[in-house]
């Protein structure tokens, strides 16, 4: 049962500084306000000098402040409640109102290409640079403006509303576990329960409640956003997905090559982590899934939600001052919805609202030590946005991979503050957690990539079912976790309820884990080295990742993204940890 507290309205974020519902006249008026300025920005299209350029850009980040409040808040109300209707609506809407700009988008992108913007001496222009280049490179990629339109508009009742589909029938799923009838969020958090039965019960449970009905709904999803996928890639001219999404990733495929390949190289690593982890919990033949989260100790440690917002404000402010205001910010003014229930989505996430210099955050606390950890990593989502508050709102975007950077070194600032106060059993089961999230952000993720990578295969040659999707989801796990885990005590069904596989424009959102893990990891050597300077020199490096390349944010700190012996040290970091629980757990078999 979930740790909450008597105060039931405290536990649910304040959205009011968007909108006070979509009844608001505020939201309709917001509505109104994107079209009304695409009508200017389309009127400026028509000259062709500098002051038009300027123009535009005012009026494109007005706009970018507009849309992103409205589809915040609409995301905001259909994650906590999917039986919002009208959220559910709004949410409808604005697709539609997006789809119908992206024939004007097309058109004014064009405009921009036609510019020699390295002739134009203006500060606003100047201070775009990236992002207007970034737009005549993808022109090579654009299609014609009936073309993007079209594409839009079938997205909004194509992808769009499948994803949408999907969402409902996963929050709707009810798990029965040991004759009590859960949701799944609530279901899922059981896998970190210190009984042993119970977390055997909630997996087989689990299991058995996708089958028929359900697979076969969420199967039926994923192949048709897989679908749009492909098709996207190809008449764009794309080589496949992943090159677009590199390309959108500002990532090059040396850099990813070099990252994939000092995971594989270190799986035995974690491998060796679950053998150990099941002789510990008396298994013979790997680890069954049902224990990848289980205590290794008798250790029954737990946080109510208070206690862990005190341990993570605390740790931040230890290494800066403003993370640590950040985190108080976000907690004392309500931004977080905190407890699973009946029909709120599962996981977490962050946004970050750049118009209002704002964030809020999506957790389904459960009181483990884990779920602390898990609110550190979303705050350190925020805090990334919360660099970027000063930026223009044109170049706060940043791409998927650095997005796991802050999140993953708030993390290991949370974990090594947590080691330090810790002794005997405590210890044990935090370095457990740790390795647990590392084995989790390197082997887990790589085994989603290996089925993306597989799905898309399959999907190109058609339909893809239920039992396909299973079949390759296990081959997936057998080739990433090796002989770490039972072979016959496998998850067939982690491709229904993972939100990353049902995005038809962020293709392949696992590996930026890993890139986040890694690179945060080493970020964190550093601010050892340097624990004085290190916060500000960290805080610029956030602030450009909206605005450069990967590889080119890197080099501010000095680092070769493309180089195999930076990652190197990343997982060094790790292996530190792992050294130490390893003598732990050995002593405990």
């Not at 959108?248 to 060796?272: G, P, W």
Request: charged share 25%; net charge negative.
């Amino acid at each position: 049962m979930s740790p909450e507290r008597e105060d039931k309205d405290m536990d649910r974020w304040n959205l009011t500084n968007l909108y006070q519902s979509f009844a608001d006249d505020a939201f309709a008026a917001d509505q109104a306000g994107v079209s009304a300025l695409n009508d200017k920005m389309n009127a400026l299209c028509e000259r062709h000098d500098a002051g038009a350029l300027r123009e535009y850009l005012a009026l494109a980040s007005e706009q970018a402040a507009l849309l992103e409040r409205l589809s915040c808040f609409t995301l905001f109300s259909m994650s906590a409640d999917t039986d919002d209707e009208d959220a559910a609506k709004a949410y409808d809407t604005l697709n539609n109102l997006e789809a119908s700009l992206a024939a004007d988008n097309a058109r004014q992108e064009k405009w921009i290409a036609s510019f020699d913007l390295d002739a134009i001496d203006d500060a606003r222009v100047k201070a775009h640079m990236f992002i207007l280049k970034e737009i005549q490179a993808r022109q090579a990629h654009a299609l014609s403006e009936q073309e993007e339109s079209l594409l839009s508009h079938m997205k909004t009742t194509g992808a769009y509303a499948w994803a949408a589909y999907k969402d409902k029938v996963v929050s709707d799923i009810k798990v029965s576990v040991n004759g009590k009838e859960d949701p799944l969020t609530d279901t899922l958090n059981m896998a970190y329960d210190p009984d042993a039965d119970v977390r055997k019960a909630a997996y087989e449970a689990e299991v058995k409640v996708y089958e028929g009905a359900p697979e076969n709904a969420i199967a039926a999803a994923l192949s048709a956003i897989k679908g749009t996928s492909l098709y996207e890639a190809k008449l764009r001219g794309y080589d496949s997905v992943l090159s677009r999404t590199l390309e959108n990733s500002r990532l090059s495929q040396n850099t990813l090559d070099a990252l994939l390949d000092v995971m594989k190289e270190n799986m035995d690593m974690f491998r060796e982590y679950y053998r150990l982890k099941a002789e510990v919990l008396g298994h013979e033949n790997g680890l069954p899934w049902y224990d990848l989260y289980a205590p290794v100790t008798d250790n029954t440690q737990s946080y109510t939600y208070d206690d862990a917002c005190t341990f993570v404000v605390r740790h931040f402010t230890d290494f800066s001052a403003h993370l640590g205001q950040f985190a108080r910010r976000a907690i004392d003014e309500h931004w977080i919805d905190i407890y699973p229930r009946a029909g709120k989505v599962g996981g977490a996430f962050c946004e970050n609202i750049m118009s209002l210099g704002e964030s809020r955050f999506l957790l389904n606390f459960g009181g483990h030590f884990s779920d602390l950890v898990t609110m550190a990593h979303e705050l350190g989502h925020g805090f990334h946005g919360e660099c970027l508050k000063d930026e223009p709102i044109l170049n706060t975007r940043y791409p998927m991979p650095i997005a796991e950077t802050a999140s993953t070194l708030c993390e290991t600032i949370v974990t090594q503050a947590a080691l330090k106060e810790a002794t005997g059993d405590d210890a044990l089961a935090i370095l457990d957690n740790a390795m647990s999230d590392a084995a989790q952000v390197i082997v887990d993720i790589y085994s989603r990539y290996l089925f993306e990578t597989a799905l898309f295969d399959k999907r190109e040659k058609g339909g893809v079912s239920a039992a396909e999707c299973c079949e390759m989801m296990l081959q997936a796990q057998k080739d990433a976790y090796g002989d770490g885990l039972d072979p016959d005590v496998l998850h067939p069904y982690m491709w229904t309820w993972k939100p990353h596989y049902y995005d038809v424009d962020e293709a392949f959102y696992n590996f930026p884990y890993a890139f986040g893990l890694l690179l945060s990891k080493g970020l964190y050597a550093r601010c050892l080295e340097d624990p004085e300077g290190f916060p500000e020199a960290y805080e610029t490096f956030l602030a450009k990742t909206g605005a450069m390349s990967l590889e080119d944010v890197a080099k501010t700190m000095d680092i070769d993204l493309t180089d195999r012996a930076f990652w190197r040290q990343g997982m060094d970091i790790v292996r530190q940890d792992w050294l130490r629980l390893k003598e732990l757990l050995e002593a405990k078999r």
